[in-house]
Structures are given as structure tokens and as C-alpha cells.
């Protein structure tokens, strides 16, 4: 017998949408993370066929996330996902490490079902606070029929977990997909899509090995990122060398140049057998490949995603 899919869950870890400030005007000296998941959705209408559970998984400002937060929201994630009566889950995260948890997501879940983060850029005690509509609005597009996959919803806009980066410290609408734009808006309440969205994560033989071994990960393959930029040396490559680095992602300028010295440096950690790659720190656009590369690029991703890809590539190597 087909159970009803009729439970939303909704995962706090924290961030703005959860903080709280001395007066309603202050919008900057605030303390994040300060109420609990089941306060910022008392608030909420009810507003349609389904019944919301709670999970405070941790409770963080998202500056402070890390690998082994990851790994227990995955897990959480993993847990609920595989319940039946379960139609989709929310996250509730800080905005500065949103694009990153996400993508973490994305990389390491496998389901047919919708994972949706979602934010505010104001805290929970604003006079005009944002976390409630865009909690509301990620929970309504979680709730919608035949969506998949690791999303983010921020300011009425949908965008997928490969594609979002916060683009903005301070505007209410905070997140961009960049040059693809966002998959959706949400608008009274409902989704409206804007584009062919990216297939769900399927259930491959590699993506289980992914997922145990995030799922069995002790210690995380330390990757690191380095910037090129004008007068850009190898000294931060040398010193990560010393202090036994497994990955290093550099994040070069424009299509992924980097100083003759800091390619120097990155291309010697290969030699001694450290996995490098090239991303652009240019907002918009990716590294596109030619001939005479000297180092691989990152497929696309902005530099603080391909340091997830590099570190999930490495774990899995190790574990296999
Ligand atoms: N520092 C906060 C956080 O990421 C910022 C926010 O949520 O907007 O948790």
C-alpha cells in the first residue's frame, strides 16, 4: 500500500533567520542563531495538505559550518528522506556558507525527493523580517508535486544547489545563479518555473559509495583554497606543503591564470603528490580548458565548490 507522502521536515541549524537583535531597527549587531526551529515555524500559516515536523541539528552562525556538521546533516537528511511519509525536508541556514551546504548536499544525497535551504538576511526580531516568507516559500515549493533535489530558496527565487552563490552581504535578495539564472520563482505561495531544472541525484553505484563514505568518514582530506592576485607568490602553497595539505584549490583570475610563481609552487604539490585544481574567482562564468593547461580545472564550479568536489573525490578514493 502507497503511503501518503504528507510530512514535511523542517532541519534547523541556525544562522539570521534564527537571530535576534536588541531592538527591531537593528539589522547588523545581532546574535545568530538564538531561537529554535520549532519557534520560527509557529508563526507560519498553515497553508496546505501537509504536516510540518521539527529537528534542530545544530545551532550555528554558518561562518562556523564544517565538515563534520555536514556530515551529521546529511545524515539527518538521509534519515528523514527514507521515511515514506515523508514529502520533502527544509533547512533553515545561515546565508554565508548556504551555497556551500547546499552543493555538500547535492554531492552526497541520494533522492527522489526535495531538499530545500532557505535563509534570511535579517534576523527572526526585525521589524520587517524576511525568514518567515522565505521559510513559508521553501516550504511550499518543498511541498510540490514532482520537485527533486537540492535546492535554495531566498527573496522568491529558486535556484539550484550546483548553480547559487551569495553574491550580496547585505540586500535582502542576497543569492544569484549567475549567468544560468534561477530555476523558479515563488509567487503567492506557488512555484513557477523558469527553466528545465537539473535531474534529481540518481542512485547509482557511485553515488552510494559516496554516501557511505561521507557517511563513514573519521577524517576529511584537508583541502584548502589559494588566491592569485597581483604580486600572488607560492609562499601559502609552500606552507600548506609543509603542514601535509591533500588538496589545494586555486582560485585564479579570469579564466583561471595564475602568477608563473604560484603555478610553480601548485604544480610542484602535484609532483608530491597533492590533487590541485584551477577555478576562477571571477563571480561569473567558469575556466574553460585549451590546450597548454598546465593544471586541471574545476568543471565549472566556483572555487569554494570545487574544494568540496576535490575533498569528497579524495575521501572516496581513500575509502576505496
Ligand atoms: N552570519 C550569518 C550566518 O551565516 C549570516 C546570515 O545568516 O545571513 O549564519
Known sequence: MQVARSKIVVLGTGGTIAGTA???GEHLAYRSAQLGVGQLVAGLPSAGDWTLETEQVTQIDSK???????QRLAARCAHWLAQPEVRGIVITHGTDTLEETAYFLDCVLVADK???LTCAMRPATAQAPDGPRNLADAIAVAATP?????????????HAAREVSKEHPSRLDAFTSGDAGPLGVVEAGHLRRLRAWPAAPASTP?????????AQAV???RVEIVLNHAGATGALVQALLAQGVDGIVAAGTGNGTLSDSLQAALRQARERGVAVVRATRCARGEVLPHAGDLLPDSGGLSPVKARIALMLDLL???AT
Not at 562556523?64 to 555536514?70: H, S
Not at 557511485?206 to 561521507?214: I, L, P, S, T
Open 114 to 116: 526535495p531538499v530545500v
Open 64 to 70: 562556523n559550518m564544517d565538515e563534520v556538521l555536514w
Open 316 to 318: 572516496v578514493t581513500r
Open 219 to 221: 577524517r576529511w582530506p
Open 22 to 24: 536588541d531592538t527591531p
Open 206 to 214: 557511485a553515488a552510494e559509495r559516496m554516501a557511505q563514505a561521507v
Open 146 to 158: 514532482g520537485v527533486q533535489g537540492v535546492l535554495a530558496v531566498c527573496a522568491g527565487s529558486v
